[in-house]
Every structure is written in C-alpha cells, then in structure tokens.
C-alpha cells in the first residue's frame, strides 16, 4: 500500500492507518526537530505535537501536495514557534555546550570514534544553534533529507529564490564560524577539485 | 573599491553554492575551477564551504526513543478527552467584546468630557492655581466620567430602539454559538 493510500484513508478517519505514517515518518520529524531545537526531551515534545497537529489538519491537507512536505512544514513552523517563545522567555542557554543526542553517542562501536563522533555531534550541534531559526530549518531539510530548492520552498511557505538566499548565507555563516581543520576531514587525493 | 571586488567574485559564491546543491553548469564548472586556481580568497572560501558540507553530510539521523508511536497514541487519546479549547477561546473572546462595549464608550466620554471641563477659562484656572494638581485631576476626571455615564444612561435607557439593539445582539450571539456547535463538535473520549 502506497503512501498516499494510507494518507487517504487516515482522512477517512482510520486510525491504524495514520499510525502507519506516525511509523514511517517518526524517525526524520524527529530528527528536524532536534536538530532545530537542540535538545532531545525538547524534539520528542515537538514531535508529538508536530504529529497531532497534523492528525487534527489532515481534513485540510491538500492531497495534490506531497504529504512528506506538508508534515514538515508543520513541524519546522511548531520549531520555529518553540525557539521563538525560548527568546522571550528570557532563558540564558550555552548553546555550545548542547550535550550530543543519546543515539548519536550509543552508534560508536569504540571509545575513541566515539570520541571524535561526540565532538563532531557537539560541534555541529553548535554550529547549528548559531543560526538564525529560518536559516536552520532550510540547512536541515537540505542536508537531512537532500530536500530540493522546490521542497524547501513548500515546506518554509517560501520562494526558491529566498530559500537559495537563505542557504548560501547559512553555509556562508557556518564556514565562518568553523575552525579550521575541524571539519569532517577532507577526502583524499590532492588539491580539491570542484566535485561537490 | 573592496566592495567592487567582492561583487566580482560573487558569481563564483554562488558557483560554488551551486557545485554544492548539484546544480552547476558544466561550462560555470570549468569557469570556476579555472578562477579558483587563480583566486585565494575564493580557493579559501571554498575550502571553508566544502568543510562545512562534509561535516553536514556526514551526520547521521537522530531517531527518537523506542516507542515513539504508541507514546503519540496515549497521547492523541488524552487531547482527546479534554473539552475542546474552542469554547474557551468563545468565551474569552465575547468576554471581551463586551468589555471593550462597556470601556470604550466611557472612555472616551470621559476624555472628551474632561477636554471639555479643561477648556473653559475657570477650570483652567483654577487648575493652574490649586497646589494639588493630582488631586484636582482626579476629581474632575471623577466628574467627567460621572457625566459621561449620566449622559449614557439618559440617552440609552430611555430609548426602545437601544433595548432592540440589545435584544438583537443577544440573538446574534446565540445563533453564533450555535453555529460554532455545529461547526466544531465535541470530540468525545473513546
């Protein structure tokens, strides 16, 4: 059975049905809001919520769309709603010192790479909070989910032309903000070369 | 003349961007290449731009905690079992639509009735002379806002088309909610 077939008859009110999309869906929602929000309790709440309120709009969901970015459309607003409220709670948070996700850590098979894993998870995760919300969301939908121009677009109630604006500048910052040689190491074989 | 250079190396930014989306050109490719051998600043900027993708690349997935979906079921079932928040919302927005009804009116009956007071040459005077300026404030305001709701009420009372008006908002205000009943029905708890 097809996606969209489970998305149709979640509409008609059939609730095993929507939790076969809860099923699928659970892992990257999950992931969007944590890198988002930074912090894991955090990302299980919003993505809870982000799956309710989707649950409770599906009579509004327009079936010519495609339901993947309509889901992640929900869940980047509900994050940037969350991160907003952060700052007018006046909370002091030491972004750099975010502690890395739980299952990030246990994926490390030895101290070491773990190690290194942990420092990379850390230093991403900083580099990330560092962003301004709307230019988070679109480098975790690209770099995530390898989100086109278009699907960023969909899912940010966007242009192409903003979102590419909001990458460029977001990759531009993160540059910036990485110390050199810090960076996942570079592959092998001499000077780069222009490949992507 | 700084600002010249950067604009002319802008087009090779967004080369590079675009090398990184999978979306160049071959013939902007060979442009950008042939201008990074040449061009430091550029090589470094791509240097940091490309450090930044491996690192973002390379990062796996965060899955939630095993159970996730039966969580949100548990969950789903409690929002359920609440009263749905929209009579709240009703309730709180009617509240203050006759609130603002009651202040609005009196309000400004009592802003123009003390611009009014204030206007004439004895009052001000005599708010210019007295030594407790508050006081004499306050009081007049107290006059004001006594003459404003006279004035109400000797306009409103009386008139058999303002208890129509009354009558009819009250009407309206039924037929809303029961409109809204018919559109948000309550969801009852499984």
């Not at chain 1, 327009?62 to 992640?72: G, I, Y």
């Not at chain 2, 900027?45 to 939630?64: I, N, Q, Y």
């Not at chain 2, 009819?168 to 909610?177: D, F, I, R, S, V």
Request: glycine share 6%; aromatic share 8%.
């Amino acid at each position: 059975m097809s996606e969209q077939d489970w998305v149709w008859r979640a509409r008609a009110g059939d609730e095993g049905a929507f939790g076969q999309l809860v099923e699928a869906y659970q892992t990257p929602i999950y992931n969007m809001c944590y890198r988002m929000l930074g912090d894991a309790g955090e990302a299980e709440d919003a993505a809870q919520e982000t799956f309710l309120r989707a649950y409770a709009q599906l009579g509004s969901y327009d079936t010519a769309r495609s339901f993947k970015t309509w889901l992640f459309s929900i869940a980047n607003h509900h994050c940037i709603d969350r991160l907003r409220k952060r700052r007018l709670t006046w909370l002091s948070i030491d972004d750099d010192n975010l502690p890395p996700h739980p299952a990030l850590q246990e994926q490390a098979p030895g101290p070491e790479e773990a190690l290194v894993r942990r420092q990379q998870a850390e230093q991403l995760q900083g580099l990330l909070a560092r962003l301004p919300p709307d230019d988070r969301s679109v480098i975790v939908m690209r770099y995530w989910y390898d989100f086109s121009y278009d699907e960023i677009a969909a899912a940010t109630h966007s242009t192409v032309s903003a979102v590419k604006s909001r990458l460029h500048r977001a990759r531009g910052s993160l540059g910036q903000l990485l110390e050199p040689g810090a960076a996942a190491p570079r592959p092998a074989g001499g000077p780069v070369r222009v490949g992507g | 003349m700084v600002e010249d250079e950067a604009m002319n190396h802008k087009p090779y930014h967004d080369s590079m961007n675009a090398v990184l989306d999978g979306a160049i050109a071959p013939a902007d490719r060979r442009a950008l290449e042939a201008h990074l051998a040449t061009c430091a600043s550029c090589q470094a900027t791509w240097d940091s731009l490309s450090s930044v993708h491996r690192l973002f690349k390379a990062a796996p997935l965060a899955a939630p905690r095993p159970g996730f979906n039966g969580r949100f079921q548990a969950r789903l079932a409690q929002r359920r079992s609440r009263p749905p928040a929209v009579w709240g919302a009703l309730a709180l927005g009617l509240g203050a639509v006759a609130v603002s009804a009651l202040v609005v009116p009196v309000g400004l009956g009592a802003i123009f009735s003390t611009v009014r007071v204030a206007q004439q040459p004895a009052t001000s005077l005599a708010l210019l002379a007295s030594a407790s300026a508050v006081y004499v404030f306050l009081s007049t305001l107290a006059d004001a806002l006594y003459i404003a709701a006279s004035a109400l009420a000797a306009a409103w009372l009386p008139n058999p088309l303002s208890w129509a008006a009354a009558l009819l908002a009250l009407a309206l205000t039924g037929a809303w909610l029961y409109v809204m009943r018919k559109i948000a029905p309550e969801v009852k708890p499984r």
